[in-house]
Each structure stands twice: as C-alpha cells, then as structure tokens.
C-alpha cells in the first residue's frame, strides 16, 4: 500500500524568506514522488519529481524538492518565496513495486505574504 | 502544449439528472483519471482508465460510472445527480508508467441543486 502526508493544512511566509512545504510518504517499494501546484480556480500544474539519482530535484519556477530516504519525505523548498507562489501544492506517490496509480496527499495551502 | 480540456469549467445541474463531464487529452496518453476535490479531502480518486474500453474503480466510484471509447477521450457520467456530488471534478492524464507525471485539465465546478 502506498500513501502520503502533508502534516500542514497551511504555511505562511514573508515574501523574501525561503519556504519549506512538508511530505513524508509510505510505500513498499521504491518511491517515484511528485509535486503539483494549484492555483485559485485552475487544475494541478506538475512542479518536480524524484525518480532516482541526485536528491535535491530541481523544478519549475525555482522549486526544488530534497529526497530523504532514510526520514521517507520528500520537502518542498524555494530560497526566496514571491507573493505569486500563494497557491495550493499537492506531493504525490507511486509505489515502484506496486499500483501506477499515484495518491496524493490533502494538500497545503502556503501563503506569502508581502 | 500538451493538453487535457474539460468540457465546462462550470455546470449546475438538479438533483436526479444525468450529467456528462467530458475529458479529452491530445498528448495519446495511455491513462486517464477522474479525481474530485473537496476541502480539506484533497484529490480523491474517481476512476482510472489504462487503455480504451478499460477502466478501474477507484476510491469513491459510487453513484458514478465513466466511459472511455477513443483513446483522446475519458467521460464521467453521474447516474443520477445528487447534492453531495457538487464539488470540483479534476480529469488527468498521463503515460505509462510509474515514473510519469500527470496533466491536468482546469477542472469543472459542478453545483448540483
């Protein structure tokens, strides 16, 4: 069985600062991890993903994601967060040894304030 | 671009009638979701496709079914219409493959009344 956790409803940061948006993950295989962005009123646009290799993934609009096996999360990250990134962000899982179906967790709404 | 296009980006229908929300995706990928979204629910999946003609319950498939002809094309239809069906209903699509990202379409407010 695969799943996923997002620990926060909502996340709120000074634009400037540097933001982490929280995944942890459990799945029997290897994990393939994804992060998606919605914004008000839109469907989910793709963000990033970890397959295998390096664990810092970098992604779309200066996004980045740090793979940590042994903590099994996989954090979202940007350095220095814009009033624009205010948006819904979802981390999804697949289970390499299981269901090509991804889950995705509840979703965390981060809020940057100016 | 790729694309995946959703019939109406918003829909009221009464209680007890069929509704159709359609799907289609130009990029010939292999599958095909239904997700609705609820606060504080996140996504939670409808139904799933894999291949034309084919399909998978997924978790919460009661009082839908889908239907799934043309490989481009993946419809939701609610039997019979409820008020605890309003929400927003999310149509993705990806490849095969568990290392795939999925797209997305912009999603169809439904209001059922």
């Known amino acids: 069985a695969q799943s996923v956790a997002q620990p926060e409803d909502q996340v709120n940061v000074a634009e400037g600062n540097p933001l982490t948006v929280k995944c942890t993950y459990s799945?029997?295989?290897?994990?393939?991890l994804f992060w998606y962005v919605q914004y008000p009123n839109r469907g989910l646009q793709f963000l990033l993903k970890y397959i295998t290799g390096d664990n810092l993934v970098k992604g779309s609009y200066g996004f980045e994601a740090e793979f940590n096996k042994s903590q099994t999360s996989f954090h979202l990250k940007k350095p220095s967060a814009l009033v624009s990134d205010s948006a819904l962000y979802f981390c999804?899982?697949?289970?390499?040894?299981?269901?090509?179906?991804?889950?995705f967790g509840r979703g965390t709404s981060l809020i940057v304030h100016p | 671009d790729v694309k995946v296009t959703q019939s109406s980006r918003y829909l009221v229908k009464r209680t007890g009638e069929k509704v159709f929300l359609e799907c289609v995706q130009d990029?010939?990928?292999?599958?095909m979701f239904w997700y609705r979204q609820d606060p504080g629910l996140g996504l939670r999946l409808i139904y799933f496709s894999y291949d034309v003609k084919m399909k998978e319950k997924g978790d919460i498939p009661e009082g839908y079914s889908v239907s799934r002809e043309k490989k481009e094309r993946f419809s939701l239809i609610l039997e019979s219409a409820s008020t605890n069906q309003t929400s927003m209903y999310l149509c993705?699509?990806?490849?095969?493959?568990?290392?795939?990202?999925?797209?997305f379409g912009q999603g169809t407010r439904l209001t059922v009344v």
């Open positions: 999804a899982v697949r289970d390499g040894g299981g269901s090509y179906i991804p889950t």
């Open positions: 993705a699509s990806s490849l095969q493959g568990q290392n795939t990202e999925a797209f």
């Open positions: 990029m010939d990928h292999e599958n």
């Open positions: 799945v029997s295989g290897n994990p393939y």
